[in-house]
Nanobody, 125 residues
Framework: QVQLVESGGGLVQAGGSLRLSCAAS????????MGWFRQAPGKEREFVAA????????YYADSMKGRFTISRDNAKNTVYLQMNMLKPEDKAVYYC??????????????????WGQGNQVTVSS
C-alpha cells in the first residue's frame, strides 16, 4: 500500500511558475513509476507527465513539453512537477499517481494503482 500526498499548488499569474511535490509513504517507492494527471472543471482527467521507476525515462503530454519537468528523488520518496510559463488553461486539480512495480511510466490513468488527493493550481490572466 502506498499513500501519496501532493503539495505546492496555489495561485500564480500567467507566465509564472510552480513546483508540485508528491510525497509517498512506504519503502517500495523506488520501484514505482510515477505520473501526474490533471482535471479541470467539466473536463476529463488528462495525462500531464510520467517518469520511470529509476527516473531515466520521462514522458509528457504534447501541450506540456518544454514547460513542465517531472523528476524524482527516491531517497526522499518524492516526485516533483516543475511547471513554468503557466497559462490560464493550466488551471486544474493536479494528481500524482503511482504505478507498481518496475514499470515504465504511462499516459493511461487506468494503469496506475495509487492516487493522491489532488492539489489545486490556479493561473490568473
Amino acid at each position: 500500500q502506498v499513500q501519496l500526498v501532493e503539495s505546492g499548488g496555489g495561485l500564480v499569474q500567467a507566465g509564472g511558475s510552480l513546483r508540485l511535490s508528491c510525497a509517498a509513504s512506504g519503502r517500495t517507492f523506488s520501484s514505482y513509476a510515477m505520473g501526474w494527471f490533471r482535471q479541470a472543471p467539466g473536463k476529463e482527467r488528462e495525462f500531464v507527465a510520467a517518469i520511470s521507476w529509476r527516473g531515466g525515462n520521462t514522458y509528457y503530454a504534447d501541450s506540456m513539453k518544454g514547460r513542465f519537468t517531472i523528476s524524482r528523488d527516491n531517497a526522499k520518496n518524492t516526485v516533483y512537477l516543475q511547471m513554468n510559463m503557466l497559462k490560464p488553461e493550466d488551471k486544474a486539480v493536479y494528481y500524482c499517481a503511482a504505478r507498481a512495480s518496475y514499470y515504465a511510466g504511462s499516459s493511461r490513468a487506468d494503469e496506475y494503482d495509487y492516487w493522491g488527493q489532488g492539489n489545486q493550481v490556479t493561473v490568473s490572466s
